[in-house]
Every structure is written in structure tokens, then in C-alpha cells.
């Protein structure tokens, strides 16, 4: 018949076309996909994936750099402190313009706290970015500038007296050492429930957990009256517990391979 669609044109098939539609727009636009892109939109070659990687492994490392500076400064200094026994001073009296070398344990605590910024950055870039990191990164980063502060606003002694004729900057070093203390606790807390359910960091939930249930426990006896000739040693286990668990989470990201380091983590909890 003339003026009628052939029997095997796409016109005759409305049917087929209406399949064929109902069947593509199930499926997700390669747009709409979840991959990586920079600032204007570009997917990234794998050359920059490995230097984003570098970059990202670099500022890793300075998580286990920082804690391994830090404990080696107050090491030293403790064995160095004539007259006094390596666990009588506390860290925050090694730096005290009274103690011998003061400069090892203020390098010491600058040196860990800008390590924390770093290896904040990194952290917050492996999990995701700003959206998706959720504010641990950030904290890190916080307590990292709090660290460097109580460096450098320094006690008046070295060994804790009245609190008479205190100086502005011992009266601010005790204000921050109080925020910093809360820090070491609840860090590794947050960073064990940001972390659920990312495969590559399962390891180690336990052992954040475990760390700040440790120094919440030491801190508390290290606060209380109780044995105060064991607090210098009490404050060194309170702070060095957190920090190897925030250690081997930097560890563990600085040997990512280059494709988890990129990988889409999951929406925190």
C-alpha cells in the first residue's frame, strides 16, 4: 500500500523504538559516572595520578616523621637533664628556659605539629576531599597548630611549682595543653568511625580504639592526685600510645598502591 511505513522501517516498529529508549535511559550517562577529575573537569592521565600519588605519599610520611621526631626529642632530652632522672620532668618542662637544651624538645613539638598538618592534608585527600573526608582531617590539622603553639609558648620552669607569679604565655601553654590532651583522645575515636566500612584501612580500627582507650585511661590517673611522682612517666605513655596508632595510619596510606590512593572511599557514617 502506498503512504503506509514499510513493514521493516524503524516507522513501522514504535514499539521497538519505545524499548530500545525505555532500555538506555536506565542506564547511568558515562557523565554521571563517579570518577576523578581536577578543578576543571578533567579526568587525569596516569601521569598525574602518580604525581598525585607522590605528592600524597610525601605528606603521608610526615605522619611518621613527626611522632618518630617527637619521641626521639623528648628522649634525648630526658637522658640529657642533669640532676634529674630521665622520667621526673614532663615533656612540656623539657622546653622550660631552666632545662638543659631546651631548643631538642621545642623542635620537637614544632616539628610534630607540622608534620600533623601534613599528614591531615593527605588524609583528607585520600578520603575523599573536603565533601566526603568528614572533619577528622581538619582536627589533626587543628591539634597540629595547638602542638606547635604549646612548643612555643613555653612554661616558666622546668619542674611544675605554685602557680604564683605565672607568666602570660605558662598560663596559655596550660589553657592549650588541655585542648591538645582531648585531642590525642578523641582523634583516634573519630578517625575509627570515619573509617568504617573503607577496606583499605580496616586494620587498624582496633588499634585506634584501643589507643585512645588507653590514653583516656592513663590521662585520667595522670590528672588525679593519686601517684604524682609517676606523672612524667604517665603523660609520656598517654601521648605516645595515640601517636604510633596515627603512625601506622600514615604508614599504612604512604604504601597505598597508586589506584587506592585515588579509589572513591565510602560517604562517612
Not at 612548643?151 to 605565672?166: F, I, K
Amino acid at each position: 500500500m502506498t503512504g503506509c511505513p514499510a513493514l521493516g522501517s524503524a516507522a513501522g516498529r514504535p514499539w521497538k523504538n519505545v524499548r530500545v529508549m525505555s532500555i538506555r535511559s536506565r542506564r547511568t550517562p558515562r557523565a554521571a559516572r563517579p570518577v576523578l577529575a581536577d578543578n576543571a573537569g578533567r579526568r587525569p592521565t596516569p601521569a598525574g595520578l602518580a604525581a598525585g600519588a607522590a605528592g600524597l605519599r610525601l605528606r603521608a610520611a610526615a605522619g611518621i616523621a613527626g611522632p618518630a621526631v617527637f619521641t626521639a626529642a623528648w628522649v634525648t632530652s630526658s637522658l640529657l637533664q642533669t640532676g634529674h632522672s630521665a622520667t621526673q620532668v614532663q615533656l612540656s618542662g623539657l622546653a622550660a628556659p631552666d632545662a638543659r637544651y631546651p631548643w631538642i624538645m621545642i623542635t620537637g613539638f614544632v616539628a610534630l605539629g607540622g608534620c600533623s598538618v601534613a599528614f591531615g592534608s593527605a588524609l583528607q585527600e585520600a578520603l575523599g576531599g573536603t565533601g566526603r573526608a568528614g572533619p577528622v582531617p581538619r582536627l589533626i590539622q587543628v591539634a597540629g597548630g595547638l602542638t606547635i603553639a604549646v612548643g612555643l609558648l613555653r612554661r616558666d620552669q622546668m619542674l611544675l611549682t605554685g602557680s604564683a607569679g605565672e607568666s602570660w604565655h605558662n598560663r596559655a601553654h596550660d589553657v592549650i595543653s588541655i585542648f591538645v590532651y582531648l585531642a590525642v583522645v578523641a582523634i583516634p575515636v573519630l578517625l575509627e568511625r570515619r573509617l568504617r566500612g573503607d577496606r583499605r584501612f580496616r586494620a587498624l580500627r582496633v588499634p585506634l580504639l584501643a589507643s585512645a582507650a588507653a590514653s583516656a585511661a592513663v590521662l585520667a590517673v595522670f590528672a588525679s592526685p593519686a601517684v604524682p611522682s609517676w606523672d612524667a612517666v604517665l603523660q609520656r605513655a598517654a601521648v605516645t600510645l595515640p601517636l604510633a596508632a596515627s603512625a601506622a595510619l600514615a604508614l599504612r596510606l604512604a604504601t597505598l598502591p597508586v589506584a587506592s590512593t585515588h579509589s572513591e572511599p565510602p560517604e562517612p557514617r
